[in-house]
């Protein structure tokens, strides 16, 4: 055997070593206790608690503050490895609380963070903890959600830059607080569609509300202020028993800019004509 022959096999052996070793670094990585990097790199974390299982495939159970009391629930994943290649961390995730079930993708990047496919129900028992409303017992369908929002301290970059998906709720009789009386409103079947928009130069999440009929009832935009924006139509008030205003249909006759996830009782100002 020639020296170069020989000199080349080495180089080759040396590689696939190399090749193995990397491996086998990759793979100890991914088996690591989640527990343990949560502890490293998040240890005051008290929205996370009994976390199981690795980086690859593992559980934990969240809670975040609501209105009326914590809401609690769990949250699995299984990692997409292939998203590295795209600069992202991403893997498949399902959670749940109570009877709400959501299963999709959720990929995150430096500047963004992303959800793919999500569908699931939302049952009524996390949407009476989260708003002080009287709600119907029916949950909203999430049907195939994909959100993108990017941060960043350019308006024209920051907030939502992608949307798409529906969510489907069959309504029924809802009683919210205001000025100390709570009003009460037959809500039709809905369906709302998700669509990016920009509006006021902000990138922002548009959620049009139909009816059956694909008439309007009425628009929510939240912008990267994690402000939303409520208009309502005269279609969809005319379902309220004390309402007596008078316009066209399709006039939004109500305007509301709250904090989201805040009650109606506590909007910054609304208008009727």
């Given at each position: 055997m020639s020296p170069s022959s020989t000199s080349s096999h080495k180089r080759l052996r040396k590689l696939w070593w190399l090749v193995g070793l990397v491996l086998f670094v990759f793979f100890a990585l991914l088996q690591m206790p989640a527990a343990w990097v949560m502890q490293k790199y998040a240890p005051n974390n008290n929205h996370v608690q009994h976390v199981s299982g690795n980086l690859w495939q593992g559980s934990a159970i969240w809670q975040m503050p609501a209105p009326s009391a914590?809401?609690?629930g769990t949250a699995s994943w299984s990692w997409q490895p292939w998203q590295l290649f795209l600069g992202k961390i991403g893997a498949d995730v399902e959670i749940a609380t109570g009877q709400t079930r959501l299963q999709g993708q959720v990929k995150v990047s430096r500047s963004a963070w992303q959800v793919d496919d999500m569908s699931g129900k939302i049952a009524p028992e996390t949407l009476t903890s989260v708003v002080d409303w009287q709600l119907p017992n029916t949950p909203i369908q999430v049907n195939n959600v994909s959100l993108q929002r990017r941060s960043g301290s350019d308006e024209q970059v920051a907030g939502f830059t992608q949307a798409?998906?529906?969510?489907?709720?069959?309504?029924?009789?809802?009683?919210?607080?205001?000025?100390?009386?709570?009003?009460y409103i037959t809500m039709p079947a809905m369906r709302a569609q998700l669509s990016q928009e920009q509006k006021s130069d902000k990138n922002m999440l548009h959620i049009n509300l139909l009816n059956n009929q694909?008439?309007?009832?009425?628009?929510?935009?939240?912008?990267?202020?994690?402000?939303?924006?409520?208009?309502?139509?005269q279609r969809l008030l005319e379902n309220m028993p004390e309402y007596q205003g008078q316009a066209p249909q399709d006039t939004s006759v109500v305007s509301v800019r709250q904090p989201l996830f805040s009650g109606v009782s506590n909007s910054a100002s609304a208008g009727a004509p």
């Open positions: 914590p809401l609690t798409d998906g529906q969510l489907t709720w069959v309504g029924g009789e809802v009683g919210y607080p205001s000025g100390g009386k709570v009003f694909d008439k309007r009832l009425g628009d929510l935009y939240i912008d990267s202020d994690n402000m939303v924006d409520v208009s309502l139509t």
